[in-house]
């Protein structure tokens, strides 16, 4: 066998198929020394091959430079070729995905289901849907992957109806079916649909267990029922998890705790967190989270302190929970360096939900004035919830002039927010300012703009 042929290549290529170095020498050799070949389809499958090796070893902008070779050398593309290709494409999706299809259709493989699934795959995430669906039509039998990937196509765009009619035209469905569609409803807020299709799928004569994303999106679900029954479903869950699965994961378990943080199971929580074998970022926060928010901000701030021992390091979400736990305790020094600290030593860049945190920490300790410039020395115009902290630090202190001034701002971001106004009426009524309350009972009115029915709910163990 000539040790400049395309067979002798493959054979070392697939030798060393993991072998970083191998692969780049290679590569450069295929690179510089074209190799000769009676059969071309030995050199397709030679740079079919390098694509997929750079692809495992997470260099997929290399499998697009192999393509740009293999094009040059007019080693002749085929089906093999592009599902690996658009997998590397999609690391970084730009233009090279509308050089692929049109690739894919010169070389008169669009009609090949794996081909035509990776690219729906690659248009969904990019957001782009109606190329999506154009390639999605044309495949003959779209098989369930294709499917799948559409309805996750439709589900990210929010285009539920869509999403949904797909998914009840389906002859089959699996796991990733049903999840899709309960993700789905989690992200556009319809919890309770989004349990009507976990019961639907667990009552299914063809059944199908859940997986790990089932368990989150559900339990996320029960989390945004706290109020409507979430807490009792959030139960059962938890039971199935314990019965079938058999360890918790770091997403299940996070979630769990997440749920039982924000009903005030807090010792449900905590259970659930030491239970767990692995604990990322994301579980530490959980934990924080609900430490901070039932009223135990100073175990959140020692959790804190070991998670940083342990060698995770804190991310956006985290200092959302200590700076949190801190405006609750009125820890107003410990808040002030904990997010001057954020940037330099964590190297985590303050987001409004940050600054919103800090003119709360000040507000609730009274200290309105700093609250205010803090507020003006903030590098963008504060949004909705910056402002609300404010005002509400403006009702429990009793500061009128500057309630009304931060409440003309909220009601100018936020005209038609029924909150706002019933919270400026009430601090002028409690004041005995009554022209002022009644005047802003009127704007409602006038605007067409109602209060929702407050309502209560006891669930019974």
Known sequence: MPPHSSEFLLQLLQRFIKNSNQIKQIHAFVTSHTPQDSENYKLTLLYNTLIRAYLNINQPHKSLLVFTRMLSCQAHPNALTFPSLIK??????????????????????????????????????????????????????????????????????????????????????????????????????????????????????????????????????????????????????????????????????????DLYGKVGCLERAIRVFKSMVIKDVCTWNAMISSLASNSREKEALVMFDEMKEKGLRANEITFVAVLTACARAQLVELGLELFHSMLGKFEVVPIMEHYGCVVDLLGRAGLLSEAKEFMRSMPFEPDASVLGALLGACKIHGAVDLCHEVGRRLLELQPKHCGRYVVLSNIHAGLERWNHATDLRKAMVEAGIRKIPAYSLIEAS
């Open 88 to 257: 590397a494409a999609s690391f970084s999706p730009s233009l090279s995905s509308l050089t692929l299809h049109s690739q894919a259709i010169k070389c008169g493989v669009l009609a090949d289901s794996f081909v035509g699934t990776s690219l729906v795959k690659l248009y969904s995430q990019m957001d782009y849907l109606c190329n999506a669906r154009l390639v999605f039509d044309e495949i003959p039998s779209p098989c369930i992957v294709a499917c799948n990937a559409m309805i996750d196509g439709y589900v990210k765009n929010g285009d539920m109806d869509s999403a949904i009619l797909l998914f009840e035209n389906m002859l089959k469905r699996d796991v990733v079916s049903w999840t899709s569609i309960i993700n789905g409803f989690v992200r556009n807020g319809c919890f309770g649909e989004a349990i009507c299709v976990f019961k639907n799928m667990m009552g299914n004569v063809n059944l199908v267990r859940p997986n790990e994303a089932t368990y989150v999106s559900v339990l996320s679900s029960c989390a945004g029922l706290v109020n409507e029954g979430g807490l009792y479903l959030g139960k059962q869950v938890h039971g199935y998890i314990l019965r079938n699965e058999i360890v918790l994961s770091v997403f299940m378990g996070t979630a769990l705790i």
